[in-house]
């Protein structure tokens, strides 16, 4: 294979004519490339992770259930509060691991390579491009969010209320967290440095953050920094959902989640080169 040729992007290949006819000047044409667009673009995607989406799985499932173990283990009679930050925060745990940690390091592995050189061959928007790391994000967390809000049930023995508001706060917080994690993987000069960086933001936003801890246990300037993270939100609007109903607090939780996804994909794609490797 070509070093400056995408992983398995035979499969957008198989349609040169979708990205190398000019795009239509009619609403209704721009809509129909800009999902032909897409659509390609999520099937590389998908073809790259479904060969390691096992693997995907055990890999984002394994930390977080070792911590959820050890949490068991160590606290003798937790509130029911406690509880609930618990389980919530290692449901966010492969949110961060896959969303922020493998994401950022496949973007800045891509780049580092020069995959990158032949998707800025193609005639494509910069948004499509991003949406479908975006879902590479998704595909690579939801299964193990569902399996640790399973495990979580069974090892503390609480119940978790489930409601439709889970789904749109579920999607949001994986958006969010892969949508940083983008951000990471193109701002990073190299490989290295990303994986070094997403290793310590991995470390530092389970345990130095609100994820699951209440944030008034933290030192004044730790609460300060945790504003800054998208899984903060994610965690305090996860954990309100599974001790009741949608409520003013899970809005505001929303909010701020959908604009760290707006300022990732505008940061990424008005500000950074992505096409061309430095």
């Not at 890999?59 to 406690?82: G, I, Q, Y």
């Not at 130095?208 to 965690?235: E, G, H, K, R």
């Amino acid at each position: 294979m070509n070093p400056t040729e995408a992983p398995d992007s035979r499969a957008a290949m198989s349609a040169p004519s979708a990205w190398t006819t000019a795009k239509p000047s009619s609403i209704a044409g721009r809509l129909g490339a800009f999902w032909t667009e897409l659509t390609y673009l999520l099937r590389i995607q998908y073809a790259e992770v479904r060969e390691t989406w096992m693997w995907v799985i055990v890999l984002a499932s394994v930390f977080p259930f070792t911590t959820l173990l050890f949490m068991k283990f160590f606290l003798e009679s937790p509130s029911e509060d406690a509880v609930m930050r618990i389980v919530s925060g290692n449901i966010i745990f492969p949110i961060i691991i896959m969303g922020i940690n493998g994401l950022g390091n496949h973007i800045a592995w891509s780049r580092q390579q020069g995959h990158f050189t032949y998707y800025a061959s193609l005639p494509i928007s910069k948004i499509n491009f991003l949406f479908a790391f975006m879902l590479r994000g998704f595909l690579m967390t939801i299964p193990s969010v569902i399996i640790m809000t399973i495990v979580g049930q069974l090892v503390f023995d609480v119940h978790i209320h489930l409601s439709f508001g889970l789904i749109p706060m579920v999607l949001l917080s994986v958006a969010g967290s892969a949508g940083f994690g983008t951000l990471i993987g193109f701002l990073s000069p190299n490989q290295d440095l990303a994986n070094m960086l997403t290793n310590l933001l991995m470390v530092f936003l389970n345990f130095l953050t609100p994820v699951m801890i209440d944030i008034n246990q933290l030192p004044a300037p730790l609460q300060i920094i945790s504003y800054l993270f998208p899984t903060t939100y994610a965690a305090d609007g996860l954990r309100l959902l599974f001790q009741g109903s949608w409520t003013m607090g899970v809005t505001v939780d929303a909010l701020v989640l959908l604009g760290f996804i707006s300022a990732s994909l505008w940061l990424v794609s008005h500000k950074m080169d992505w096409r061309l490797e430095k």
